[in-house]
Nanobody, 115 residues
Framework: QVQLVESGGGLVQPGGSLRLSCRSSGSIFSMISMGWYRQAPGKERELVAAIASGGSTYYADSVKGRLTISRDNAKITVYLQMDSLKPEDTAVYYC?????????WGQGTQVTVSS
């Protein structure tokens, strides 16, 4: 059983930064892919960023150049560095990990961008 626990969300002003963390209860070496989705009120959940076991990354067009995903295998943690935040980035952010044909989810962390 794998558990993913997110942290780092909060309230930030437009233009500010946050770093989200997703810590796994088990090794992330075996995770084929890990990443972050977000869901804003009244909208569908969307994939924001992902990182494969080999290190290749994916970003949604709306966040390219502002968000950076990385992983620390020693700390079994995946990070999402969020810079130049905009009000439209406001959402609940969910971490996920794929292993053995299963997708595991974190509980979500709220990010609010507002002045």
């Amino acid at each position: 059983q794998v558990q993913l626990v997110e942290s780092g969300g909060g309230l930030v002003q437009p233009g500010g930064s946050l770093r989200l963390s997703c810590r796994s209860s088990g090794s992330i070496f075996s995770m084929i892919s890990m990443g972050w989705y977000r869901q804003a009120p009244g909208k569908e959940r969307e994939l924001v960023a992902a990182i494969a076991s080999g290190g290749s990354t994916y970003y949604a067009d709306s966040v390219k150049g502002r968000l950076t995903i990385s992983r620390d295998n020693a700390k079994i943690t995946v990070y999402l560095q969020m810079d130049s935040l905009k009000p439209e980035d406001t959402a609940v952010y969910y971490c996920y990990g794929d292993r053995g044909g299963l997708r595991y989810w974190g509980q979500g962390t709220q990010v609010t961008v507002s002045s």
